[in-house]
């Protein structure tokens, strides 16, 4: 490390990011999390100069589907991974600068950013580099499934096997974890944004009524289910477009009619934890038996998928504390201390 560095390091906040296809959380050292806002930026796209920014995070998430034609809401993380750099780079500068109050000038942290188990090293580079582009001094990668386990508390470090199943926007990742390390992981391009289209979708085909995507989130938060019930079902008002007369209209759908809808997406899930069943080895797996499965990322707090898992496998399954600050905290922690990290960082 040179002068420069070391100097700068005085200055430094070392900061732990989950940088989300849906949610970006910004954990500071030895302050916990700081920020938590929607993975959306607002630009204005003139002909005549560069791309503006307009707004990120919340404020560019009320945007969605409401913009005028040179405004686009962007997200610009898909299926867990950089789709936009230069949106992406924008945004975390952004974050980077609120949770530092506008000094960047002078800071320059080291940053710790979880990724999706799957991502190609072409997509790890576009991580690192935009974060460096984005201020920080340097960046260590942690895989999702880790930092997941460490923030609900599982002790990695023992020889005894844990599995966690994290569900986010983008991915839903499988990850069975020994000794500091991933025995086996397995991430899946299923997870809440499929369960949203999947019911605007439906609602297209059936209803022949156009709803944007925000609006299919809220009827999944609402009233989605993952667990046939007979009793106690759910209706939520629907307001769209109506594809024949072209006019505004409002309609009642129930949460049955939901369930089914998104029951293709949620059985992928369960499949991908059952074949991470299978593939573990046969010590590991009695672990498993023991202490059951945690679920963690928003998708775990879809009604009854911790019942359906549970029904489907055998076995115990907890929802972590808090599971959309799951993977924030754990990765944070790591950054809190220098043995956990020194074990639990990628190249
Ligand atoms: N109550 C709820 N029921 C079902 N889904 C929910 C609920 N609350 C949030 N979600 C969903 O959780 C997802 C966001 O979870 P999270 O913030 O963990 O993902 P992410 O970390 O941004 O995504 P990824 O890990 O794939 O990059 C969204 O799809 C959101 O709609």
Redesign the pocket.
Known sequence: MNLLDSLLGIFSSDLAI????????VYVKGKGIVLSEP?VVAVRTDNRSKNKVLAVGAEAKNMLGRTPGNIVAIRP?R???IADFEVTEAMLSHFIKKVHNNRQKFVRPRIII?V?SGITQVEKRAVKESAESAGAREVFLLE?PMAAAIGAGLPITEPTCNMVV????????VAVISLAGIVYSRSLRV???R??EAIMQYIKRRYNLLIGERTA?VI???I?NAYPETEHIETIEVKGRDLVSGIPKILAIDSEEIRQAISEQIDAIVECVKIALEQTPPELAADIVDRGIVL????????N?DKLLKENTGLPITVAED??S??AKGAGMSLDSIEILRQVVIR
Do not use: C, Q, R, W
């Open positions: 989950d940088l989300g296809t849906a949610n970006t959380l993975s993380m299926d867990g991974v979880a999706p999702e994290d569900i986010g926007g983008g991915t839903t990742e997870a809440g944004d369960i949203d989130e999944k938060t609402t989605g963690t990322g928003g998708g775990a707090l879809l009604k998928l599971p959309l799951t993977v």
